[in-house]
C-alpha cells in the first residue's frame, strides 16, 4: 500500500525573535537604508525594493541567497540550505554590522494589460 506524505513548510521559529542591528547600514548597488525594528534582511530588501527571490523565508530553500561584498552577519541557528562563502541568506540571517549586498532594484516592467500602453499618442 502506497503511503502519502504532505509537508508543510513554516517560517522558521526561534526561541527567540531575530534581532537584528536595525542601525546597521544596508549598501547595495542601487541604495543605503537601515532596517526597522524587528524586520529581517530579507524583508528590508523587499521594502525598499530590490529583486531578491524567496520560497520558504526560513532558511531551508536557499532560493533568496545573495552574495555579500563587506561586512558580516550571523545565525541563531544555521541554515539547511548550502551557504556558499561569500553568501548570506538573508531571510535568517542576523545583520551585526554595517553591510554591502551584491543586489539590485527590481526592474520597471511595463504592465502589458494597461491598454493606454497600446494606444497611439
Same mark, same amino acid.
Do not use: W
Given at each position: 500500500?502506497?503511503?502519502?506524505?504532505?509537508? $508543510?513548510?513554516? =517560517? *522558521?521559529?526561534t526561541a527567540f525573535p531575530i534581532q537584528?542591528? &536595525?542601525?546597521?547600514?544596508?549598501?547595495? &548597488?542601487?541604495?543605503?537604508?537601515?532596517?526597522?525594528?524587528?524586520?529581517?534582511?530579507?524583508?528590508?530588501?523587499?521594502?525598499?525594493? &530590490?529583486?531578491?527571490? +524567496?520560497?520558504?523565508?526560513?532558511?531551508?530553500?536557499?532560493?533568496?541567497? $545573495?552574495?555579500? /561584498?563587506?561586512?558580516?552577519?550571523? +545565525?541563531?541557528? *544555521? =541554515?539547511?540550505?548550502? $551557504?556558499? =562563502?561569500?553568501?548570506? /541568506?538573508?531571510?535568517?540571517?542576523? $545583520?551585526?554590522? %554595517?553591510?554591502? #549586498? %551584491?543586489?539590485?532594484?527590481?526592474?520597471?516592467? =511595463?504592465? #502589458?494589460?494597461?491598454?493606454?500602453? *497600446?494606444?497611439?499618442?
Amino acid at each position: 500500500m502506497a503511503e502519502i506524505f504532505d509537508f $508543510v513548510f513554516t =517560517p *522558521f521559529q526561534t526561541a527567540f525573535p531575530i534581532q537584528t542591528n &536595525h542601525m546597521a547600514l544596508i549598501s547595495t &548597488h542601487d541604495k543605503t537604508f537601515q532596517l526597522q525594528q524587528g524586520e529581517t534582511l530579507l524583508e528590508g530588501l523587499e521594502r525598499t525594493g &530590490h529583486e531578491v527571490e +524567496y520560497q520558504c523565508r526560513s532558511g531551508y530553500c536557499g532560493s533568496c541567497r $545573495v552574495k555579500i /561584498l563587506d561586512g558580516k552577519v550571523s +545565525y541563531d541557528n *544555521f =541554515p539547511l540550505a548550502f $551557504v556558499a =562563502p561569500g553568501e548570506i /541568506l538573508p531571510c535568517c540571517c542576523r $545583520v551585526i554590522e %554595517d553591510i554591502k #549586498l %551584491d543586489c539590485r532594484e527590481r526592474i520597471k516592467e =511595463p504592465d #502589458l494589460f494597461d491598454v493606454d500602453l *497600446f494606444e497611439d499618442k
